[in-house]
């Protein structure tokens, strides 16, 4: 320990003191230098994946393009500008005591998508016989005539559900009316949300 605090040699203990603290400021500097080559840009990157942390995602942006995602606009509902509804009786023709069915039809045909709810107010299954109106689900709404859906509709997307008539007369207010509708021909129109289906035909028969 000596020989550190008083170097022999034949210079004096200043020269070796200064060429010490010179080798030591170089040592730090290349320590300095090391440690911002590793943390640079360019230097050595720290790998996400077996530190266990996820990467961040960038994911586009629905708003850019709101056909490639339905529920981008399911605030928007749909209009008869939007959507085609089609009522089909399957079969037209309906025997003894058989519950006439019918095959709705969606077709999305809006430059957006918008959400078409079959809860909405102006949901109706309307059933007619010349200037008779024989049914309406608007009369008891409870009676399950048209369950609650809720379709989010893509531009060109279509969706099909069906509907089924008890057979059996209404009147507002779900009063009771016990006549039953006989044979012969009667008319269907399906309303959702205010949206019009065509006049679809068909017959009851013994």
């Not at 080798?23 to 050595?44: D, E, M």
């Not at 990157?45 to 056909?67: F, I, Q, R, W, Y």
């Not at 399950?144 to 009147?171: H, M, S």
Request: hydrophobic fraction near 35%; charge should be neutral.
């Amino acid at each position: 320990m000596d020989g550190l605090r008083d170097p022999v040699g034949g210079k004096s203990p200043e020269i070796y003191w200064r060429r010490r603290i010179v080798a030591a400021i170089g040592v730090v500097l290349v320590i300095v230098v090391i440690y911002f080559l590793a943390s640079s840009p360019g230097g050595k990157k720290t790998d996400v994946t077996a530190s266990g942390l996820t990467p961040p995602v960038t994911s586009a942006d629905p708003s850019a393009n709101p056909s490639a995602d339905p529920s981008a606009a399911t605030s928007r509902p749909c209009t008869s500008a939007d959507v085609k509804l089609t009522l089909t009786p399957n079969p037209t023709d309906f025997a003894g005591v058989a519950l006439p069915m019918f095959n709705v039809g969606i077709k999305q045909a809006g430059p957006t998508p918008c959400r078409l709810d079959t809860a909405a107010t102006g949901t109706e299954l309307k059933i007619t016989s010349g200037t008779d109106r024989i049914f309406s689900s608007l009369d008891c709404p409870t009676d399950g005539t048209i369950n609650a859906r809720q379709f989010l509709l893509a531009p060109a997307a279509n969706e099909t559900f069906q509907v089924t008539w008890d057979r059996k007369r209404t009147a507002p207010q779900c009063t009771t009316v016990t006549a039953a509708p006989g044979a012969g021909t009667y008319h269907a129109v399906l309303t959702i949300q205010g949206i019009a289906s065509n006049d679809a035909t068909f017959t009851l028969s013994n």
